[in-house]
C-alpha cells in the first residue's frame, strides 16, 4: 500500500471521528450558554470547524482517542467562544 494513501486515510478518517464526536457537543454547550453568533449562523460555523478540523486533523488525534482530552477541548473551544479565560 502506499504511504500517501495510509496518510491520507488517516487524515481522512481522523477528521470525520473528530466532526462526530465534538460538533454535536459544541452544539449543544452553544445553546445553553447562548451564544448568540454562533446560535443564528449555526451553518456557518459548521464549515469554519470543519475546515478548522479538517487542517489540524493530524495534530488533533488526540481529540478522538481520549475522552478526557476531547472534554478539555470542547469545554476551552466553548469558553472562548464566550471570551472566558
Known amino acids: 500500500m502506499d ?3 495510509v496518510v491520507g486515510a488517516f487524515w481522512l478518517s481522523t477528521w470525520l471521528m473528530i466532526m462526530f464526536r465534538t460538533f454535536g457537543i459544541i452544539n449543544r454547550l452553544v445553546d445553553t450558554y447562548e451564544i448568540a453568533l454562533v ?5 456557518l460555523h459548521l464549515i469554519i ?3 478548522f478540523f479538517f487542517f ?3 495534530a488533533l488525534w488526540q ?3 481520549s475522552d478526557s482530552k476531547r472534554k478539555a477541548f470542547i469545554i476551552s473551544y466553548v469558553n472562548a467562544l464566550r471570551n472566558k479565560t
Not at 446560535?39 to 451553518?43: N, V
Open 3 to 5: 504511504v500517501l494513501q
Open 39 to 43: 446560535q443564528k449562523f449555526k451553518g
Open 49 to 51: 470547524l470543519s475546515v
Open 56 to 58: 489540524t486533523a493530524p
Open 63 to 65: 481529540i478522538v482517542v
